[in-house]
């Protein structure tokens, strides 16, 4: 990690605590955004904009023919996705792609399991067959006034009911302690540390599969994270990495039509939808192609065995759209409700609508080129 010193213009990150250069939107080692639009920055005229854009992707879901798209694969587990995400559908969709993409990898992925870059641990939980009580979700002890609304922790606004158990993972390593004590709080873990993807706190060979949708996130410590997953894994032991295609960023939906309304000699337009990018066009930084990573793992004495499509364009339209920009909104209201003993009930009606809403894109996961895969990785 860099010095205090180390640039004369540094910015502290709050979540880990590394220096990064002051032009720099997320952490270079914790990917935590540092200088991205909050979400409580945006005008009237930019949620405007993105509720345009929110119907448009919609609408563009629904042209998909029932003939073309097969029945949802899980519903079970679509639905604990939905309800543990109800507020960010579009997260709940992401991960629930991933979850079917990591079944598919079946008897290969043995246990002991981690999961690197754990979170709050809620996704381990579900690919893990946890379901929780219909009152639980992911947007407990939140701080809304800061930037990173989820780098907050207080055990007492925290409360889990777990309605069945399923397999537990051995290890969950994040490197933000607000993400670590939440993954506590949740139990579904062997044991949780706090750790850089360098330095792992595992013995060599100690476990059979690694599953993270952290490391396509790295730039600069992607190989050593590489070299620390290979050491700590068995001889027959797999790395799993979700992560973005070259495809992704031409189908986003923010950052695609800046450079649009920027040709068109639009520039106010242009620097409007950038805003509402969020950092999303650069973020996700290893955008390597099969070839590119087969030979960035055969450095590192690892072997791409097989990749696993997750989503398709549509998918990442949507995402990259979503409900995060009436976020707080949403939230302030979650708060109202709960105070007036009515959450059960509207996150029920909410839930029931979204999955009607989004029916066609849970269909329809990974048709068109892969934006993002599973990459099914082996010890060489």
Partial sequence: ????????????????????????LFCSRCTAPLAVVSLGDLTPVDRQACLAAL??????????APAEAPAIHDPDLWRAYLSAFWLRPETALILYAEALAIQSVGDRAGRPWL??????????????????????????????????????????QFSVDISRAGRTAAYGVDIKQTAIDRAKALGVFGAVERADATALPLADRSVSTIFSNMLRDLGEPLPGALDECRRVLRRDGVLLISAMTPAYGRHLYFAPAARKAAGAGDIALSRQLLRLDRGRSVFCRPRLSQEDWRILLARHGLNLASVHPIVGPGIIRFWDVGLRPFSIALLKRRQAWQDAGVLLAMKSAAIDFLSRALDPLARSLCIGEPCMTLLEVSVA
Wanted: aromatic share 10%; net charge negative.
């Fill in 55 to 64: 119907c448009e992707v919609l609408a563009e879901s629904m042209k998909i």
């Fill in 1 to 24: 990690m860099d010095s205090p010193t180390a640039h004369s213009t540094a910015t502290r990150c709050g979540a880990c605590g590394a220096a990064n250069e002051s032009v720099s």
């Fill in 115 to 156: 999961d690197l870059g754990c979170g709050d641990g809620i996704h381990a939980a579900l690919y893990g067959g946890w379901r929780f009580d219909p009152a639980f979700d992911a947007f407990q002890s939140l701080d809304l006034t800061a930037a990173d609304i989820y780098h907050h922790w207080s055990n007492e």
